[in-house]
Nanobody, 122 residues
């Protein structure tokens, strides 16, 4: 079992930045990949970014060039730096552990956090 706790969400104006954190209860990043997903009201949960156990990263096209995922193995924590935020980035952001399968599919993940709300005003 792994518990994940996200933090760092909030209200920001368009063009602003936020940094999300996801703290795991035990060593995870050096063994598995960890990803970020988001879900806006009335929409399906969508892939945002992933960092693998080897440090490779992958991003959704909608956030590429604006978001950066990184990890700190010593702290068992994954970060999502979000710059140049847009109103369409408004959603609840979740982190999860990649346990196998395609990185961009939510079914490939287990041990989800409770989510943190990000709201971008225009």
């Amino acid at each position: 079992q792994v518990q994940l706790v996200e933090s760092g969400g909030g209200l920001v104006q368009a063009g602003g930045s936020l940094r999300l954190s996801c703290a795991a209860s035990r060593r995870t990043l050096s063994v598995y990949g960890m990803g970020w997903f988001r879900q806006a009201p009335g929409k399906e949960r969508e892939f945002v970014a992933v960092i693998t156990w080897s440090g490779s990263t992958s991003y959704a096209d909608s956030v590429k060039g604006r978001f950066t995922i990184s990890g700190d193995n010593a702290k068992n924590t994954v970060y999502l730096q979000m710059n140049s935020l847009k109103p369409e980035d408004t959603a609840v952001y979740y982190c999860a552990v990649h346990v196998g399968g395609l990185y961009y599919r939510a079914v490939s993940y287990d041990y989800w956090g409770q989510g943190t709300q990000v709201t971008v005003s225009s």
